[in-house]
């Protein structure tokens, strides 16, 4: 047995019966076995043993204990015999709680909540498992069944007995999350055409439909990087002698009766392609594939006898991808969309078939394509190095859309932190426009941004199927998903490399009692906080409320710019056109100006938003095959300069990169330019053009440079949300002239005050609270 698999030699502590593992000061393998078989291989949770070298201390036969370890974070006790809740217990170090920091074996441990398997039907919230974070400051895995990996097969369990982890992490949630990491795998790093937008529908296209549907959405400027085909594609009607159409692999010729000509104009028109599998019923004597699949596992042909599907075996495992799938991925299909329905394991010795074909889907993409994708559901702990995950088919309703934001963002208490969605909902429900582009612009800072719709003939998430305000507002907001695709793709790279997740409940960054009552708010990457609108709007006043908490600092909003200051519970009120982003003082965002661009290219232009108010250094990440450049902008507001260094050893950037550079929020000021390079640079109202060549390094220093004031930004938003209020003129006319006529907040407020309209009063107090 490797090191790997074991951990350090140093670090295991043995005795009768028992082994215990030290991998960290903060996590402790615990394991009993009657007869004394501990189980050494990888398993599907667990891929790496070997943590580090933690300092510890070992006693026995100490105070009437038969063991006791000592770590600076945990103290374990252990009075010998089977492991039970009082033969052994551990105390953490911290004082999260006065009477919950001990951990007794086996007793459930209340933490922050992970995710669940499928929102399959789910109209709003769904009981979620246990994960990794919890406020009383540790937690625990148990990995007494879950099943061996060997030689990258799964294989039932040799040893039989006790194997559970113990986590001791207190509130360094991100320290938790990239030791867990290291633990189980980190999750693979997704290709960038992953994180533009997906196209789906469950619909009976046909071949000309399709290419028509994609030719619409590039005439009216809206970009997908990903096709998806559901069950229509292949045949569903089939004779009856051989049962239900719901698995196939052989396409339905009178809808695509040229497969192969469609995925080649998918392909040329800049997307990937993806097929819906329900694989539940094997190969069957109608499949194009049966030929081949008979011969392999030598079936009787004339009897029409069934491949049954059993990845179990060998065999058959090599005849469904050899025979059955690879011959479609060389027509053009790219990766496959799992959608396993038909139940889990049966007994303890049979490994759940989702695993099965997660683990054999992915590893089957990785080796041929040289990298894996699939889309598939949640198989439970481990599931996060088979990306991307699949929710499951929702009711189109509000309560569904106020759940998913806290759904994704417990997730990454789990370390699943790339789940897709059925953006605006699956099945049954009404027509609401107003909730189909909430829905939407929720997906745009999402993990995964991907459309998707039952077979009912009216449910289609074409922008065009909205009224004309509606529609419009979604095309924005689809291009805006492809201009973050490089902020998007270097979060995915520090997620694979560092395990740092994209999105980050509030509790991930700030301690305090506040954070961790945000349910639906959350961190997306390291510069911006995102509060999902969830409820309808208030009609009368034409806008939609969220409540946010904006922690303590400057936060300024993504799409005007306005600043708000931190440390403070707020009301904030969006307009359709708006949505409640907000980035960090000092933040800086990497865009891609131009987003019908193919995003598997690098962009030759990059337009970074840089804010003020704080120092910052972000590093933007870029990668090729298996190349990696890394770009470091460095902004100190302190000195008021900021730089851009590049490193590029594979030369996979552009050359001759082109960065807009647009400083947010300040007063227009003299700028001075210094760089090795020889470039072109422009300036106008702290705008900046740079053409930077073969990776110089550039500076820019501006004199003089302050906050700008936001007064006139301010009337100008009260004069449009009025504008919009559907309230008398003459209530209007009132607010608007005490607004000018103030000399202070404290009068407006004083006014604000004495309205009987308590939303109207709580909606302008958003606006005074800029001032």
């Known amino acids: ?218 005439r009216n400027g809206v970009p997908f990087s990903i096709a998806v085909l559901d069950i229509d594609w292949h045949l569903t009607r089939v004779p009856h002698r051989f049962g239900s159409g719901w698995t196939g692999y052989t396409w339905n010729r009178k809808l695509f009766p040229h497969p192969e000509r469609l995925l080649q104009w998918l392909h040329e028109h800049g997307k990937k392609v993806t097929l819906n599998l329900h694989p539940a019923d094997g190969i069957r004597a109608f499949e194009d594939a049966y030929p081949a699949v008979a011969e392999r596992l030598q079936l009787d042909t004339k009897a029409e006898e069934p491949a049954l599907f059993n990845l179990h075996d060998d065999v058959f495992r090599k005849s469904y991808f050899t025979d059955v799938h690879h011959p479609l991925e060389k027509m053009g299909v790219d990766f496959w969309w799992i959608d396993w329905q038909q139940g889990t394991n049966f007994t303890e010795q049979q490994v759940d078939p989702l695993w099965l074909l997660n683990h054999y889907h992915f590893k089957d993409s990785r080796e041929r394509n040289g990298e894996g994708l699939i889309l598939s559901r949640y198989a439970g702990l481990g599931s996060h190095r088979y990306p991307v995950g699949f929710s499951g088919d929702t009711i189109v309703t509000w309560n569904s859309l106020a759940f998913q934001p806290h759904f994704t963002a417990t997730a990454t208490n789990i370390g699943y932190t790339w789940w897709s969605h059925d953006i605006g909902g699956h099945m049954h429900g009404v027509r609401d426009d107003e909730l189909a582009l909430r829905w939407l612009q929720f997906g745009v800072f ?225 700028i001075n330019v210094d760089t090795t390079a020889k470039a072109c640079t422009t300036s106008h109202n702290n705008r900046l053009i740079f053409v930077q060549n073969q990776c110089a390094d550039f500076g820019v220093t501006f004199e003089r440079m302050e906050l700008a004031p936001q007064r006139d930004k301010i009337v100008e938003r009260l004069f449009d949300k009025l504008r919009r209020a559907q309230i008398d003129f003459d209530t209007k006319e009132l607010i608007w002239q005490k607004f000018l006529a103030a000399d202070t907040k404290i009068q407006f407020i004083s006014f604000l005050n004495t309205l009987t309209d308590q939303d109207l009063a709580t909606f302008l107090y958003e606006i005074v609270y800029l001032l």
Request: aromatic share 14%; glycine share 6%; net charge negative.
């Open 446 to 670: 999402s993990p995964i941004m991907r459309l998707h719709s039952s077979s009912n003939s009216f449910g289609g998430k074409e922008p065009q199927n909205y009224n004309q305000e509606i529609g419009e507002i979604m095309r924005k907001f689809l291009r805006l998903r492809h201009e973050l695709v490089p902020y998007l793709d270097s979060a995915n790279y520090e997620t694979h490399t560092f395990g740092t997740p994209l999105v980050r409940p509030m509790y991930y960054g700030h301690d305090e009692a506040t954070a961790y009552e945000q349910r639906n708010q959350a961190m997306f990457g390291s510069e911006l906080l995102v509060a999902p609108i969830v409820k309808p709007k208030i009609t009368r006043l034409d806008q939609s409320r969220v409540i946010v908490w904006f922690p303590e600092g400057q936060w300024f909003d993504f799409f005007t710019g306005l600043r708000y200051e931190g440390n403070v519970t707020l009301n904030v009120f969006r307009d359709n056109h708006r949505y409640p982003v907000f980035v960090r003082a000092g933040g800086i965002i990497p865009l891609n100006p131009h987003p019908l661009d193919d995003v598997m290219h690098l962009p030759k232009t990059l337009a970074v938003k840089i804010y003020p108010g704080a120092d910052n250094e972000y590093c933007l990440y870029e990668h090729e095959d298996e190349h990696t450049a890394v770009t470091t902008f460095n902004w100190s507001w302190q000195q008021r300069r900021f730089t851009i260094k590049v490193a590029d050893p594979d030369n996979i950037l552009p050359k001759k990169r082109i960065f807009q550079l647009e400083f947010v929020g300040v007063t227009p000021c003299k």
């Open 1 to 218: 047995m490797t090191q790997q698999q074991l951990g350090q030699p140093d670090n295991i502590i043995t005795g009768k019966n028992y082994r215990f593992t030290v991998l960290t000061s903060r996590m402790v393998r615990l394991e009993y076995s009657a007869n004394e078989h501990f189980e050494n291989h990888l398993t599907q949770i667990v891929q790496n043993r070997d943590l580090g070298d933690p300092e510890f201390k070992v006693f026995r036969q100490r105070n009437q204990h038969e063991l006791e370890i000592v770590t600076d974070y945990f103290h374990l006790y252990y009075e010998g015999g089977p492991l039970t809740a009082d033969s052994l217990y551990i105390d953490t170090k911290y004082g999260y709680s006065s009477y919950n920091n001990r951990w007794n074996f086996g007793q459930p441990v209340e933490t922050l909540k992970g995710t669940v398997r499928t929102l399959d039907r789910a109209d709003g919230a769904v009981p979620l498992e246990e994960g990794l974070m919890s406020r009383n400051g540790y937690s625990v895995i148990n990995d007494s069944h879950s099943f061996i990996i060997e030689n990258d097969l799964l294989r039932p369990r040799t040893a039989a007995g006790d194997d559970w982890y113990y986590l001791a992490y207190g509130h360094d949630f991100f320290a938790c999350l990239r030791d867990y990491y290291k633990l189980t795998g980190f999750p693979p790093l997704l290709p960038r055409y992953a994180l533009g937008n997906w196209w789906s529908r469950y619909h009976a296209y046909t071949q000309a439909e399709y290419q028509k549907l994609f030719q619409d959405f590039d």
